[in-house]
């Protein structure tokens, strides 16, 4: 397949957003060092301050008290781990993937695989959401699930695009044994 300037931008894109992904990942696990490490301090400064709040989508700064603080940050930091690693993995198969249609057929069997792999991380995101939401509200004991249709919607459609390919390449494969 001839070479793109789309194909490539969106390659390097992705590559990028791959990098920051890990980057994020890696912020992440320092973090998480740092508090593990400064755990009394950090507490103290929670607990103290009223200048520093808790605060993120489905958690009421309010419920959160030093008795439930550490286990809530150590919720979100497992969260923000695994979709970051989830997000790194996406990123790479949608890089590997353009960067191999410019010297393949977009229906090669890897493409395929990657295609498959990126539904099935979509669909993983909206799952790890809803997991960290109840574990925060088991944790804060106050429950908060905010969840779209849209989210569950994309992997699905991706996994539909992934069965379209694996058609496309059965067919490439046969008329290839036709020549």
């Given at each position: 397949?001839?070479t793109s300037k789309?194909r490539?931008f969106?390659?390097v894109?992705?590559k990028?957003?791959?990098?920051?992904?890990?980057?994020?990942?890696?912020a992440?696990?320092?973090?998480?060092?740092?508090i593990?490490?400064?755990?009394?301090?950090?507490?103290k400064?929670?607990?103290?301050t009223?200048?520093?709040?808790?605060?993120?989508?489905?958690?009421n700064?309010g419920?959160?008290?030093e008795?439930?603080f550490?286990p809530?940050?150590?919720a979100?930091l497992?969260?923000?781990?695994?979709v970051g690693?989830?997000?790194?993995i996406?990123f790479?198969?949608?890089?590997?993937?353009?960067k191999?249609?410019n010297?393949?057929s977009?229906f090669d069997?890897s493409?395929?695989?990657?295609?498959?792999?990126?539904?099935?991380?979509?669909l993983a995101?909206?799952v790890c959401k809803?997991?960290?939401?109840?574990?925060?509200g088991?944790i804060?004991k106050?429950?908060?699930?905010?969840i779209?249709?849209?989210?569950?919607l994309?992997?699905?459609i991706?996994?539909?695009?992934?069965?379209?390919?694996?058609?496309?390449a059965?067919?490439?494969?046969?008329?290839?044994?036709l020549?």
């Amino acid at each position: 397949m001839r070479t793109s300037k789309l194909r490539n931008f969106t390659a390097v894109f992705a590559k990028v957003m791959e990098v920051i992904a890990w980057v994020g990942t890696g912020a992440i696990v320092l973090s998480g060092i740092v508090i593990v490490a400064l755990k009394d301090q950090v507490l103290k400064a929670y607990t103290e301050t009223n200048n520093f709040q808790l605060t993120t989508t489905g958690i009421n700064p309010g419920t959160i008290d030093e008795n439930t603080f550490l286990p809530a940050v150590a919720a979100l930091l497992i969260y923000g781990l695994v979709v970051g690693v989830l997000l790194a993995i996406m990123f790479r198969n949608v890089n590997l993937i353009f960067k191999t249609t410019n010297t393949a057929s977009p229906f090669d069997v890897s493409n395929v695989s990657r295609i498959k792999n990126i539904g099935f991380i979509a669909l993983a995101l909206p799952v790890c959401k809803i997991i960290a939401n109840i574990v925060l509200g088991f944790i804060s004991k106050d429950f908060t699930i905010g969840i779209e249709a849209s989210e569950f919607l994309f992997g699905l459609i991706i996994l539909c695009l992934a069965q379209y390919f694996a058609y496309g390449a059965s067919l490439e494969k046969d008329v290839e044994g036709l020549l």
